[in-house]
């Protein structure tokens, strides 16, 4: 089980941290990533961390704002969203893969963002 949190409404310019804390899973043996969907868009990915933390990849239209971690000892993913733009706006949801895998296997129930104007 995935439990995101963080989400919230916040002005253009300003920073959210997303959390997911995972549960039922061996933490450390799943690649992360973070995705999102906007009203009326299809899902996109926004960043992933491979299990040890040290191999990460934001997609471009967040590269240089947001950051992805995790800690494995607290079975949490984290994402760092900075200089947010109302663009951003979106339910962010969280995701396991396990390590070898293509897919991912389990999601979060998603967080709303909002960034207003």
């Known amino acids: 089980q995935l439990q995101a949190s963080g989400g919230g409404l916040v002005q253009a310019g300003g920073s959210l941290r997303l959390s997911c804390v995972a549960s039922g899973l061996t933490f450390s043996s799943y690649r992360m990533g973070w995705f999102r969907q906007a009203p009326g868009k299809e899902r996109e990915f926004v960043a992933r961390v491979n299990w040890r933390g040290i191999s990460t990849y934001v997609a471009d239209s967040v590269k240089g704002r947001f950051t992805i971690s995790r800690d494995n000892a607290k079975n949490t993913v984290y994402l760092q969203m900075n200089m947010l733009k109302p663009g951003d706006t979106a339910v962010y949801y969280c995701?396991?893969?396990?390590?070898?895998?293509?897919?991912?296997?389990?999601w979060g129930q998603g967080t709303l963002v909002t960034v207003s104007s």
């Open positions: 995701a396991a893969a396990a390590v070898g895998g293509a897919d991912y296997d389990y």
